[in-house]
């Protein structure tokens, strides 16, 4: 049985408050990789401020479906990810970008499969990855831009905010262990962090049966 209960009301996606320049970054990856994978239906979970919803519905033919647990987002469906509503294969691709995290781990397996059921060929999600990163940039005229960046591991033990149940990089939540999980169902095809976005670690998964 599901006992969790919603997190933040729709007031947390004001602008001032959600809409970083990184988050920018991050609506930028998604969309690239959702538009990327050419689908003709996909399931996001978590509508957030609906910017990527609203971009894909006026400037795609995607047909496009929101499920979230909080009922005051605007979201097509009000449901769990632990227990979609929908027939298996529903969709060519189901999303779910910074979402995971807002359940407790043991619940992450019951999570992904529930993606990978309602999907028929990707899964794509992203999580939030802890811990300092070292970058560089370099542009000269005439050469395309060099970048490099590296997460540094920074194991701290993760403390429950009232959002957040566990982050990727914190102790007992290894990055090998998220790859792990994915790669019992599918091949990950997309592993990466934003450049500009170092906290959402993201992950592109090809289904088995795809």
Not at 88 to 98: G, R, T
Request: hydrophobic fraction near 40%; aromatic fraction near 14%; include cysteine.
């Amino acid at each position: 049985m599901d006992t969790l209960s919603k997190q933040v009301d729709k007031s947390a996606y004001r602008f001032e408050k959600y809409a970083g320049e990184d988050r920018f970054v991050s609506y930028h990856a998604q969309l690239r990789e959702i538009i990327d994978l050419k689908p003709s239906s996909m399931l996001e979970v978590g509508v957030g401020d609906q910017l990527v919803a609203n971009y894909l519905k006026n400037n795609t033919d995607i047909a496009y479906t929101s499920v979230d647990f909080a009922d005051d987002v605007g979201a097509d469906v009000v449901a769990s990810v632990t227990a979609l509503p929908f027939e298996a294969d529903s969709f060519d691709i189901a999303c779910a970008f910074e979402v995971l995290e807002h359940l407790p781990f043991d619940q992450f397996d019951t999570a992904l499969g529930e993606l990978v059921r309602v999907a028929r060929r990707h899964v794509l999600i992203s999580v939030p990855h802890f811990g300092p990163m070292v970058s560089f940039s370099l542009k000269l005229p005439f050469l395309p831009q060099f970048r490099f960046a590296v997460k540094i591991p920074y194991p701290r033990p993760h403390a429950f905010n009232g959002q957040h149940y566990w982050e990727m990089g914190k102790r007992g939540y290894p990055v090998s262990l998220i790859r792990s999980k994915l790669s019992a169902q599918g091949k990950i095809i997309r592993d990466f962090v934003p450049f500009n976005s170092p906290y959402h670690h993201f992950f592109v998964l090809e289904l088995h049966d795809a």
